[in-house]
T-cell receptor, first 113, second 118 residues
Framework: DQQVKQNSPSLSVQEGRISILNCDYTNSMFDYFLWYKKYPAEGPTFLISISSIKDKNEDGRFTVFLNKSAKHLSLHIVPSQPGDSAVYFCAASGPNRDDKIIFGKGTRLHILP | SQTIHQWPATLVQPVGSPLSLECTVEGTSNPNLYWYRQAAGRGLQLLFYSVGIGQISSEVPQNLSASRPQDRQFILSSKKLLLSDSGFYLC?????????????????FGDGTRLSIL
């Protein structure tokens, strides 16, 4: 039973355009959401997070949007750059102090020249 | 500053052989520790989770086990490896007691171990 779902295994976007990565979750207790970026043969690195008290969080080229009623979040990358080509993982956690961070399966983003 | 060490980087093992992967964290105390596996088409799957010494939560039934003999040491083991155990294994830590939330680095990953079973 997957609690965090990334339904697009891959996405190709032209350099300079906007990349939109989507994520859905099923557990209504989740109240904290994260995005990670992973290059091959490396560990994931943290990108950006959002608490359920917000619906948007922005950090440079990266913006995360949260729609609690739809249990949906998305990561926008504007403008997309070649170095953004990587696997992006959506993750979520509940409010209890020892709640685990649960990851989705990831979306591979290809930035086309 | 905190660092996480995971070794070896790559490992080739025959079916039926034992396994021991080690992960250590420096520069913090009482971290939450995680073992993940990234297998083809399976994404980042949480295998084990520990909030303290000797406290291990297993997330999926499998051929592997984990132990936390010291506060900052997390070990992934198997008595007999299966072909299906192949994958990329990642150790991670986060501040304990919910301290990772709203941190600028909520969870830190090691560089991973590529395990190939022949």
């Amino acid at each position: 039973d997957q609690q965090v779902k990334q339904n697009s295994p891959s996405l190709s976007v032209q350099e300079g355009r906007i990349s939109i990565l989507n994520c859905d979750y099923t557990n209504s207790m989740f109240d904290y959401f994260l995005w990670y970026k992973k290059y091959p043969a490396e560990g994931p690195t943290f990108l950006i997070s959002i608490s359920s008290i917000k619906d948007k969080n922005e950090d440079g080229r990266f913006t995360v949007f949260l729609n609690k009623s739809a249990k949906h979040l998305s990561l926008h990358i504007v403008p997309s750059q070649p170095g953004d080509s990587a696997v992006y993982f959506c993750a979520a956690s509940g409010p209890n102090r020892d709640d685990k961070i649960i990851f989705g399966k990831g979306t591979r983003l290809h930035i086309l020249p | 500053s905190q660092t996480i060490h995971q070794w070896p980087a790559t490992l080739v093992q025959p079916v039926g052989s034992p396994l021991s992967l080690e992960c250590t964290v420096e520069g913090t105390s009482n971290p939450n520790l995680y073992w993940y596996r990234q297998a083809a088409g399976r994404g980042l799957q949480l295998l084990f989770y520990s909030v303290g010494i000797g406290q291990i939560s297993s997330e999926v039934p499998q051929n592997l086990s984990a132990s936390r003999p010291q506060d900052r040491q997390f070990i992934l083991s198997s008595k007999k490896l299966l072909l299906s155990d192949s994958g990329f294994y990642l150790c991670a830590w986060s501040p304990g007691g919910g301290g990772w939330r709203n941190s600028n680095q909520p969870q830190h990953f090691g560089d991973g171990t590529r395990l190939s079973i022949l």
